[in-house]
């Protein structure tokens, strides 16, 4: 029998877009963040005869096609994330480091135009006492927009914008598993590096960024990453195409303490600066920590630079957009774990 909180969601890569599989990975979710829906496209036809009161008949209102939307919200926790991430980035790679110590590296450099195809299964818990869950699987499933958010005093959120071709109920619930092992999730107080400016040498699939110039007076922190993915490829009969990426987007929101010299001349000079965050948790892992890490080689302040008079510490709220470097790609995600493979 299920409990009341007994939700579940779980997703799987798909090998052909839009036939569904079963779901193997699944997600402490955030309860408050997530939702999915499904809208059937309904259309009224115009036919009426005489008699019907001026109202639109019922044999004339028809599902002509139908479509799939939700998110999931979750904390970012030390395992079990690959899957997801990649689901946005497109492309992902785990490598062993040494000993159970692995790193999985996600770039922008999406090989192709389609973003991957996921199944996707939400287990929702009826209001009755019989703990009755009910399984919605969706197929097609593509993730065009992340958002990862680390507010003061909290834990690293994750939201994960989807969109699905297909939908059933007739599907079995899966049963749900998790990660063997410590599962924490990386929060404020484990943020161990912030740089903006300076040299940085970006990471590879087995070494962390380094270099950077270090501040401390970041006290927020937002990334938007939005693929701007069509997901309107219609075509005749009512099927749909896997969506395409269009131009990429990426933008920061960093709430810092008022710094003229730094932040407020990059925005005069309309200067390129690298700007890193990287997260250390207390797992340990044979080499090191579980460790979270997003490099961004170039961005540049387009607002925010410059606050209001207040009787306080002045706190500005940047807003950055990251952009792509000569050389090496927009933005790098690299999580070391001890997941063996993503």
Not at 310 to 317: L, R
Request: aromatic share 8%; proline share 4%; net charge negative.
């Amino acid at each position: 029998m299920a409990g009341a909180l007994d939700h579940q969601v779980g997703m799987v890569a798909e090998v052909t877009y839009g036939t569904a599989l079963t779901v193997t990975r699944f997600y402490e979710w955030d309860l408050d963040q997530s939702e999915h829906q499904w809208d059937p496209k309904r259309v009224q036809g115009s036919g009426m005869q005489v008699g019907d009161g001026g109202f639109g008949r019922a044999d004339r209102s028809v599902s002509v096609l139908g479509q799939g939307a939700g998110k999931i919200g979750l904390d970012y926790q030390t395992k079990g994330m690959g899957v997801i991430v990649e689901s946005l980035f497109g492309t992902g790679v785990s490598t062993l480091v040494s000993g159970s110590t692995f790193q999985q590296l996600f770039t922008s450099n999406l090989v192709g135009s389609l973003l991957p195809a996921r199944t996707v299964q939400y287990g929702i818990v009826r209001s009755d006492t019989g703990g009755t869950v009910d399984a919605y699987t969706y197929a097609g499933v593509t993730f065009p927009k992340m958002t990862l958010k680390c507010a003061a005093g909290e834990v690293l959120k994750g939201e994960f914008e989807w969109d699905a071709r297909s939908q059933t109920k007739a599907t079995g619930l899966a049963t749900a598993s998790y990660p063997a092992g410590l599962l924490e999730p990386f929060h404020y107080g484990q943020v161990s590096e912030v740089t903006y400016g300076g040299a940085v040498t970006v990471p590879t699939t087995t070494a962390l960024k380094s270099g950077g110039t270090a501040v401390t007076n970041f006290r927020s922190f937002e990334m938007e990453l939005d693929d701007n993915a069509d997901i309107e490829r219609w075509s005749l009969g009512g099927t749909r195409n896997q969506p395409r990426i269009a131009k990429r987007e990426c933008t920061l929101k960093v709430a810092a303490e008022y710094d003229a010299v730094v932040y407020d001349d990059a925005l005069v000079n309309h200067t390129s600066n690298p700007f890193t965050i990287t997260w250390t948790s207390s797992q340990a892992l044979s080499t090191g920590f579980a460790t979270l890490q997003l490099v961004f080689p170039a961005t540049k302040i387009t607002a925010g630079a410059r606050p209001s008079p207040t009787t306080e510490t002045p706190v500005t709220e940047l807003e950055l957009e990251v952009l792509k470097p000569a050389s090496g790609h927009a933005v790098y995600l690299v999580h070391r774990t001890a997941d063996t493979t993503l």
